[in-house]
């Protein structure tokens, strides 16, 4: 019998729900890209005056599986650059896609939350002696309409006395804004330009064009082999969801920009994501869908996938007990969580406390 050929014929089978917060999760809001993001993109103070060489993923334990989907896009922990007052600051970080009234409030609530996690933690200490991050709000916006201006929290009151404003929280978010680029002079290292790159072309409309200029990018860049062939596929992992990329621009796009055994495992892994994905599956003499997405087994073992994957990227080997204990889990909510942990834990040993 003839093998399957694995070919993208139509992505609308499957998709994340909100594939621009996944990108974003996966890229510019995890510890080892945050750092030249923030730097190069944003407001030129958090290079003066916070750690960005540090970054490290921030616990997110504190929020339910509904919450974090609802409010929780990235969240990161440092210090001032002040080593005399060594006080922490937290990084809340939101994607947006189209301009938000709310988003103020929303980075409110994820503060006020992450606050209170923390002042339950430490014992619920008087006032005096418990010390609280200093919580920082950053919105990332590549959306096609006009967002322009600064983002207050009293905005949302716009008829508000004078009077009454001293009483009503106030605080600025920190507002990267990727319209503001142009292509040809993006800032930062090379893994950094590709990712806002993506972005802005899955937003005009040019991603699939340009797939090949981006990826060099992503080969250009410092990364060791493990997240350079990561980045790569999560790159086009985001253009088969945002932009209808086919199997054959794919595949010509690695082939043309990576090394031969790079390119390789790249494109196999890929392949192998697809089925799981639920995208459909072809031959030459047919068309055969395959549309996995409302199977459970294959959900899981897709989420499975995807936390082992991300796992041995950032930490290198994952114990024999971790793929057990991951492979008997049958809650595809609770496999959700643990790959957020997987995303931000910083050693094998706090993802292995997670899956307890």
Known sequence: MEQPEIKIINTSTWRPQNPHDRFCRQTIFRPEYASDFLKSCGDPVLKNFIDLDHLLAAPTTHLSNDLREVIMDGSLTTRLL???????????????????????????????????????????????????????????????????????????????????????????????????????????RPETRAIVESM??????????????????????????????DLGITVAFYGIWTAQVTKEQIDKA??????RQEAIKMIETIKHSTLLEGIEIGTSKGRMEGKLEGKLEGKLE????????????????????????????????????????????????EFADALK
């Open 200 to 229: 802005m072309r899955t937003t005009d409309g040019t991603f699939v064009a340009n797939l090949s200029g981006v990826l060099q990018q992503v080969a250009e860049s410092d990364l060791d082999e493990y997240r350079r062939q």
């Open 82 to 188: 002040d080593t005399q007052s060594l006080s922490e600051v937290l990084f809340h970080m939101e994607h947006k896609s189209r301009p938000s009234r709310t988003v103020a409030l929303q980075l409110l609530v994820k503060a006020g939350l992450s606050l209170h996690s923390r002042w339950l933690t430490s014992g619920r200490p008087e006032w005096g002696t418990f010390e609280p991050p200093i919580p920082l709000m950053v919105v990332v916006y590549n959306g096609a309409e006009d967002w322009e201006g600064e983002i207050w929290f009293h905005d949302m009151f716009p008829d508000l006395h004078v009077e009454l404003r001293p009483f009503v929280p106030q605080f600025r978010v920190f507002f990267i804004n990727l319209r503001r680029f142009k292509y040809g002079n993006l800032p930062g």
């Open 254 to 259: 690695i082939t043309d920009v990576f090394q």
């Open 302 to 349: 897709e989420k499975v996938n995807d936390i082992l994957k991300t796992l041995r990227i950032r930490h290198k080997q994952v114990p024999d007990a971790i793929v057990a204990a991951l492979s008997r889990r049958t809650d595809l909510i609770a496999l959700e969580s643990l790959f957020e942990v997987a995303l931000q834990c910083n050693s094998i040993n």
